[in-house]
């Protein structure tokens, strides 16, 4: 389903804050009463709420004096990890060793050997070095595409419910959303989850198709196709932070709550 998101006012641009090595972003709450601050942790962003009555130089003097505050929730976020020859990163839960291979003509672009006796398999990863974390990138998505139309076809089929279209995004704030005309959207990352957690976040959206909310009549259709709900939610409270380590931008090439 769809959550309410409040609109973002604009970056801060205080060159006394230039230093906290994460951007800040405003947002105007009508309903707001107070200034608030938090760390978005999936998304490293420094996040500041106002009140109507507030302008943007409030928010600045604010967050000055919590700066304290802030450097200690960015200091124990998890470091980012970019797509890179070397890292480990899961695929469908199992440890990966990514390689980037350089240039190997009548090879593959992307391949997965089988895992070595301590359960690692590598991610090969063939072509220019400039080009390599882009293809893996494409990799990936084009990866847990497949996963997701293959879940959400199965749930759809034993639901008796259609999905419209199924996008795959590089999305922080949910894992998966239905829109009202049936389009399914979910994060990329579930492909570097176990394959439960996959499904059940496809059974999850699959049931928004037919009720767009989390009464209990959703939670009746998400068990009816995923009994075990449960545990795929408390692993995704526990271990979804993880897989938002990974990251698509920061020291590449060249550059989604349910
Ligand atoms: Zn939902």
């Given at each position: 389903m769809r959550h309410f998101q409040v609109p973002a006012l604009g970056a801060l641009h205080d060159p006394r804050l230039d230093d906290i090595g994460a951007p800040v972003e405003v947002r105007r709450h009508p309903g707001a009463r107070?200034?608030?601050?938090?760390?978005?942790?999936?998304?490293?962003t420094v996040i500041v709420t106002l009140p109507s009555g507030c302008d943007l130089g409030e928010a600045g003097?604010?967050?000055h004096r919590n700066i304290d505050w802030v450097r200690q929730h960015l200091g124990n976020l998890p470091q980012q990890v970019p797509l890179a020859d070397g890292i480990l990163m899961p695929l469908r839960g199992e440890p990966h060793r990514v390689r980037f291979l350089g240039?190997?003509?009548?090879?593959?672009?992307?391949?997965?050997?089988?895992?070595?006796?301590?359960g690692v398999s590598e991610l090969v990863v063939c072509?220019?070095?400039e080009h390599a974390p882009r293809r893996l990138k494409d990799w990936l998505f084009a990866e847990?595409?497949?996963?997701?139309?293959?879940?959400v076809a199965w749930h759809a089929q034993n639901l008796g419910l259609k999905a419209k279209r199924i996008t795959v995004r590089d999305q922080t704030s949910r894992w998966g959303s239905c829109s009202t005309t049936g389009a399914l959207s979910f994060s990329w990352r579930l492909i570097l989850a176990p394959p439960g957690i996959l499904d059940y976040v496809a059974a999850h959206e699959v049931a928004h198709l037919a009720e767009m909310n989390h009464g209990p009549r959703f939670w009746q259709l998400v068990e009816?196709?995923?009994p075990r709900k449960d545990e795929a939610r408390g692993w995704l409270r526990v271990y979804g932070i993880d897989l938002h380590r990974f990251s698509l931008d920061a020291g590449s090439c060249s550059g989604a709550d349910i």
């Open positions: 107070r200034l608030t601050l938090r760390v978005s942790r999936t998304r490293r003097k604010f967050l240039c190997s003509p009548g090879r593959v672009p992307v391949a997965v050997t089988k895992a070595d006796e301590e072509g220019r070095p847990a595409r497949r996963d997701l139309n293959d879940r009816k196709t995923m």
